[in-house]
């Protein structure tokens, strides 16, 4: 599937483009281009993976023209680009729109021009039902890869949504960690709020089981239990074996209680796949009379897949999924190293 293929990753430089990179050169891929902004962090990359088939090239989702000049050649695309703080995008809403809105019409239309054979959009659970511009536009970003996939040609358009990657850069879990380490109390916004919980290479699993099984328009999305975030304080304290006090800091401006991965309208017409829902593109044509005055019954009876109503883990279990983690256990190993 991966074997002598040219990739590109767009935004391949955070936690998720190392992911991949480290499977698709694993897997044999031909050459690996990674499209983004900082050259610091490229060259980070490069020395960190010292591998001839990975290729940098600066650009930017928002510039078509360096998007296209970098595709040249690809057989598939990653589209992980994008501007994912719920925070900044709520005070910089036109950023949003800019790479993630107009940055995936950019890099879709670079796919299609050049010929790539599949284009895998990653998304996120914030999409659904979305209450933040950081989640809004990547709804948009979405509605634009399915209404783009009818008139693709020979290029796959398809989309990957997933909650809450476990230790991503900025999440819950490293702040976690830094307070226990500096002797703080953990903070906790609502101790009932709920999220998915998912790990990085679980993630990557989702982008290749999306390549692998895509038809035009295709949404997907990989099941995953959920906690409260109460749970998720007291398993990363019982792994690193602390006993620090908790301060409610209640919910932050943007923030959801729980989050959904697939919409009851969506549920309707979702594919179990075992560990993957697919949620094919709506096949009603454009023909606008069929949207207003033919209803679907079944979207009544139909229930979302949130982290409310899902598979729900307790402190042990979370506590077992943690200690599976590398950056965990290489947390715990300094711990001891110090003691
Ligand atoms: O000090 C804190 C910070 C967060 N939380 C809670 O922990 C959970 C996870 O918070 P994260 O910040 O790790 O994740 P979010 O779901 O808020 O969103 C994160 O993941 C998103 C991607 O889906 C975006 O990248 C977003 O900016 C990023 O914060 C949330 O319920 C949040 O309320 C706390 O309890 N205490």
């Not at 796919?111 to 990547?138: E, F, Q």
């Not at 040609?153 to 830094?178: A, D, H, K």
């Not at 229930?303 to 899902?310: I, K």
């Amino acid at each position: 599937m991966i074997r002598d293929r040219t990739i590109m990753v767009t935004g391949g430089t955070g936690s998720f483009g190392h992911a991949v990179t480290r499977r698709f050169l694993r897997d044999g891929a031909r050459e690996v281009r990674i499209l983004s902004r900082d050259e610091k962090k490229q060259d980070d990359m490069r020395r960190r993976f010292g591998d001839q088939r990975l290729k940098f090239f600066l650009g930017d989702v928002r510039e078509y023209r360096s998007v296209l000049d970098a595709m040249q050649g690809v057989e598939l695309v990653f589209h992980a680009a994008a501007l994912k703080q719920v925070p900044s995008c709520e005070f910089h809403p036109m950023e949003a729109v800019r790479t993630n809105v107009l940055g995936a019409e950019n890099t879709i239309a670079a796919a299609v021009a050049c010929g790539v054979r599949c284009l895998v959009a990653l998304s996120t659970d914030k999409a659904v039902y979305p209450i933040n511009a950081m989640g809004l536009s990547k709804a948009l970003m979405e509605k634009i890869v399915v209404a783009k996939s009818r008139s693709a040609g020979p290029t796959t358009l398809c989309i990957t949504r997933y909650g809450n990657v476990m230790g991503s850069r900025g999440s819950v879990i490293p702040l976690f960690m830094r307070q226990i380490r500096e002797r703080r109390p953990l903070t906790i916004t609502d101790p009932h709020m709920t999220r998915f919980l998912m790990s990085l290479e679980e993630s990557v699993d989702l982008v290749l089981h999306a390549y692998a099984h895509a038809r035009p328009g295709d949404t997907f999305v990989r099941k995953a239990p959920s906690c409260t975030v109460g749970t998720l304080a007291e398993a990363v304290q019982s792994v690193l074996g602390s006993r620090l006090s908790v301060e409610i800091i209640g919910t932050r401006h943007g923030e959801k209680l729980y989050e959904t991965l697939v919409s009851r309208e969506e549920m309707v017409r979702a594919e179990d796949m075992g560990r993957f829902y697919r949620i094919s593109a709506d096949a009603r044509d454009l023909n606008y009379e069929k949207f207003f005055s033919d209803g679907e019954p079944s979207i009544s009876d139909a229930v979302d897949y949130s982290s409310h109503n899902g598979e729900l883990l307790g402190p042990d279990a979370v506590e077992r999924l943690l200690r599976d983690l590398d950056f965990m256990r290489g947390e715990r190993s300094q711990q001891h190293d110090a003691a």
